[in-house]
Nanobody, 125 residues
């Protein structure tokens, strides 16, 4: 089993940066694909970024490509989402997720097995 705890959200002006962290517990973290998703008020949860088990492969939604960077530190059992050039439309609750059955990048929401509680990111204009 994997437990996930996100942190690092907050209020930032447009053009600013934030770094989200997701700390994991459980032995399967190092062999799990990880992802970040977000959900804005009144909208469905959407894919943001994903990373494979080694951290060597990443994949991003078109809306964040070139601005967000996902990484992982398996020794610390933590994944990160560096968010630069933030826009008001990035405002959402951000969730990290673990797919313990996959080593490769996973972009589909329903394939993930474990979810964190989410952290709020608000970007003001």
């Amino acid at each position: 089993q994997v437990q996930l705890v996100e942190s690092g959200g907050g209020l930032v002006q447009a053009g600013g940066s934030l770094r989200l962290s997701c700390a994991a517990s459980g032995r399967t973290f190092t062999t799990s694909a990880m992802g970040w998703f977000r959900q804005a008020p009144g909208k469905e949860r959407e894919f943001v970024a994903a990373i494979n088990w080694t951290g060597g492969t990443t994949y991003y939604a078109d809306s964040v490509k070139g601005r967000f960077t996902m990484s992982r530190d398996n020794a610390k059992k933590t994944v990160y989402l560096q968010m630069n050039s933030l826009k008001p439309e990035d405002t959402a609750v951000y969730y990290c997720a673990a797919d313990v059955h996959s080593l490769v990048v996973v972009t589909t929401l329903y394939e993930y097995d474990y979810w964190g509680q989410g952290t709020q990111v608000t970007v003001s204009s």
